[in-house]
């Protein structure tokens, strides 16, 4: 559960501060780490760094003001970028500066104390003080944890509540069955087998794309930091920076609020929802430079990166997995149909014939049963026939699939992990 926070100007000078120190951890933290493999090849870990914590606010007597699980925390999100490194998974830790470190976390409620209902209310960190906020909790319970962030120039709490299952659940579950088809134009083609319907993309950056150009021209124009040449940023370019950050922030915010309102409308009177596996992330990658010149001018490539801009702009990844989520709370089942095997577009959903379609046919015309459908609710029959296996030829039973998609590639193993630590480490020693 999120809450906008609304300090007052003491409190949030102490915001800040906590903040700047968190940051400073955080980068003494990775710093110690690579100075002791690379002049010591001593490997440091998370459980040394925290036994060195209370010799280390002897010294920074600063840090005697911050409780010692948040400090823990910090440290443990070194410790996780790490290891997300050498298993392959990121590139190498950076240090942060202020601008590109959001905030901390309380792992447990020693540090905050939450005075709230689920709605509005207070929250009381420890050393900083009492802080009104403003927000609303579907549902509510005892807060575990609570990570501050400082987002656009606003602070928000990210609150972890434990729920009982039993409020999670509704007493009568919907028994209604769903496919969906995920798609540019319709962002959403869902169908029960009978019954059809189609959502339309809202398209908020679109609409936002000339506003939020005409502002990234307008920071252009004026003196951007350097820090190689120490140069500090101007007024005016850290005041259209905010500029920019606010659209952004606004196009962000409606899309979440768009999908969070069709999740909920489709889990109403739906519990069990079909729908494709898709790799997004390889889904918007850039075109190959061979497709690109394979026409004359780039044209591959422009289609290419409007494509990508619709696809983000609906945010596929976002509405599966919000629907999925939302499904599963309420004790439904989700199933992603193996687009490799299935090919829900190529397939007819009455007699199983694949049949290849280029991009351009928006019609589903089966050329043996001469069944005629939309292209999009067709996918979807299919999904959904195919996850209750009744679809017609192939796909039709769920431990036989194949579970890799269309658009997944596979992930290169990331070897032995004390192997890969050597291997990175001696780079850096480079």
Known sequence: MTFRLYPNQTTESKLRYHRKLHKDLYNAAVNNRFTQYQ?????????????????????????????????????????????????????????????????????????????????????????????????????????????????????????????????????????????IDLGCKSALSITDGENHQQIDAPKFYRIAEQKIKKASKEKRRKRAPNRNKKIKASRRFKKAQVKVSKLVARVANQRQNWVHQVAVEIISSNS???????????????????????????KRKKQKAGLNKSILDVGFGMLRNTIKYKVEQIGGVFVEVPTRQVKPSQTCPKCGNQHKKTLDIRVHQCGVCGYIQDRDIAAAEVMLYWAKGTLPGLGTSLVDADLSGSTSRTRKKAGDLEATRGKEASKISK
């Open 39 to 179: 002049k010591f090849n001593h490997k440091v870990d998370y459980f040394e760094q925290q036994n060195y914590l209370p010799a280390f606010k002897e010294v920074w007597v600063e840090y005697k003001e911050l409780p010692s699980h948040a400090l823990q925390a910090t440290l443990k999100r070194v410790d996780f970028a790490f290891e997300r490194w050498f298993k392959g998974l990121c590139k190498r830790p950076r240090f942060k500066s202020i601008r590109h470190y959001s905030g901390w976390t309380y792992p447990d409620s020693a540090g905050f104390k939450v005075e709230s209902n689920g709605e509005n209310g207070y929250l009381n960190l420890s050393k900083i003080g009492k802080i009104p906020m403003r927000g609303q909790a579907k549902y509510w319970g005892k807060a575990t944890t609570c990570t501050i962030v400082f987002r656009n120039g606003k602070w928000y709490a990210s609150i972890t509540i434990n729920v009982l299952e039993q409020v999670l659940k509704p007493e009568i579950l919907p028994i209604g069955a769903v496919g």
């Open 272 to 298: 069990f929802i079909a729908t494709e596996k898709l790799e997004v992330k390889n889904m918007t990658s850039k075109a190959k430079k061979g497709d690109a010149l394979s026409l004359s001018k780039g």
